[in-house]
């Protein structure tokens, strides 16, 4: 199975996003993403679900854990805009001491 309509199998999602299936298994069992399944039960992956992986992979980008990234694709997160700013203001202080020290 390769293809069904707008949809990605999990072995295609794997490969366009440079994914491991065991990642995308645990996006899965921390709520972050939820696959379409095919009538026997394949995961499969629409538009929704990708861009919610193009996401996932953004969080994780910025050093966020997964329990953290869960909290923020759920809304769970008052002040997301102060609390990307925070982790912005982290990362550019440990690029400063890198470079200084």
């Excluded at 993403?33 to 861009?51: H, K």
């Excluded at 193009?54 to 980008?61: E, F, N, P, V």
Aim: charged letters at 30%.
């Amino acid at each position: 199975m390769r293809k069904t309509g707008l949809h990605l199998t999990l072995s295609e999602i794997c490969r366009r996003l440079g994914v491991s299936r065991k990642a995308l298994r645990l996006y899965e069992a921390h709520g972050l993403v939820r696959p379409d399944r095919t009538a026997s039960e394949w995961r499969i992956y629409g538009p929704e679900q990708i861009s919610r992986l193009h996401q996932i992979l953004a969080l994780k980008r910025f050093g966020f854990p997964l329990k953290r990234e869960a909290e923020i694709m759920n809304d769970k997160v008052p002040d997301l805009d102060r609390l990307l700013a925070l982790r912005h203001h982290v990362v550019v202080c440990a690029f400063a001491d890198f470079f200084e020290g």
